[in-house]
């Protein structure tokens, strides 16, 4: 497996367009990620879930688990950090730098409530000075290349406008925008005429991120917004891991309960070499689940085995019922 790649998912390199996976906490971990890769092919790299920094922490050995380099395959990846303390970024980038990585990605648009009221992701927004102190501290020539995952704000649409003033004045990799607010979560629909205007404004390469959930989606996002460097797939994709190919190809795929089975089955499989216990991956199985029928081919089907997954409590049953798929 080795080092991490050295492709810099923010320049140029790389395939057109530049398809990467989406951080999501607990769901796009190493074991999906290599499973959804591996099988399905079609993307470019992915920007881990966040590693969130510990105020006086000196190591992070446990948090930096899902991302050390034995553990995630051959495609690119990019660790995401998450907290608002510049001296614990540091330490969180440095300790990233020593697995061999040259690329880190700060998480300032997470909208937990949770995370947002002590001002980390999407609750820094409202603070400009704040994000200066970090990027002051963090973009530097001796710590890995640093971008910024963001959203248009917290509570406003308009918060971005100051914060993008800042974000302009550092030498960053690269810039993901999701244009939706904090507050919004997961609700409404993106405002694209705002990622828009920041694109037209920002220095950086810029990447979207946001509702990407068939390749028809795509067509139309890229063909508004052609100058955008690249694409982050998220919810669509654990819906329907095809869609990168999709994308690439312009040709719908098939994407039945048999080819689900088979990624449920190597994901279970990716959890039992883990060592973790069945009843936990029964937990993960309803999960994933829970995304991928609502990109099955065959929606009755699909209902039909989320009532029996549902409602499981045995592993063999789990096993035997995903049998009739294989």
Request: hydrophobic share 40%.
């Amino acid at each position: 497996m080795g080092n991490p790649s050295p492709l810099r998912l923010g320049s140029s390199a790389g395939s057109s367009p530049l398809l990467v996976l989406a951080p999501l906490e607990g769901i796009t971990t190493a074991a999906f990620r290599r499973a959804a890769m591996e099988m399905f092919g079609g993307l470019d790299g992915a920007i881990a879930p966040f590693i969130g920094t510990i105020r006086g922490a000196r190591r992070y050995d446990y948090h930096l688990r899902d991302v050390l380099p034995g553990v995630n395959g051959t495609r690119p990846l990019i660790p995401q950090i998450l907290g608002a303390d510049p001296e614990g970024i540091v330490h969180v980038s440095r300790a990233c730098a020593d697995l061999g990585y040259t690329q880190v990605n700060w998480n300032i648009g997470c909208p937990i409530p949770n995370i947002t009221r002590k001002k980390r992701g999407s609750g820094i927004l409202p603070h400009p000075h704040l994000i200066e102190e970090v990027l002051s501290r963090s973009c530097r020539p001796d710590l890995p290349a640093f971008s910024v995952k963001l959203r248009l704000g917290l509570e406003e649409a308009d918060e971005w406008r100051e914060v993008l003033k800042v974000l302009n004045d550092f030498p960053l990799d690269f810039v993901v925008l999701h244009p939706r607010t904090g507050r919004q979560m997961y609700r409404g629909t993106p405002d694209r005429e705002a990622y828009g205007e920041f694109l037209a404004r920002c220095r950086h390469s810029l990447f979207y991120s946001g509702d990407i959930n068939s390749a028809e989606d795509f067509q139309g996002i890229s063909a508004r917004f052609p100058e955008t460097a690249g694409w982050l797939l998220g919810r669509g994709f654990l819906s329907r891991p095809v869609l990168a190919r999709e994308i690439r190809s312009g040709r719908k795929e098939s994407f039945a309960m048999k080819e689900i089975a088979h990624f449920l089955r190597r994901l279970a499989d990716e959890f039992l070499a883990s060592g973790a216990a069945p009843p936990w991956i029964l937990g993960k199985m309803k999960l994933y689940f829970g995304y991928l029928k609502h990109g099955s081919d065959d929606a009755a089907q699909a209902g039909e085995f989320w009532t029996v997954l549902r409602g499981c409590r045995e592993w063999s049953l789990f096993e035997d019922r995903l049998r009739e798929f294989l």
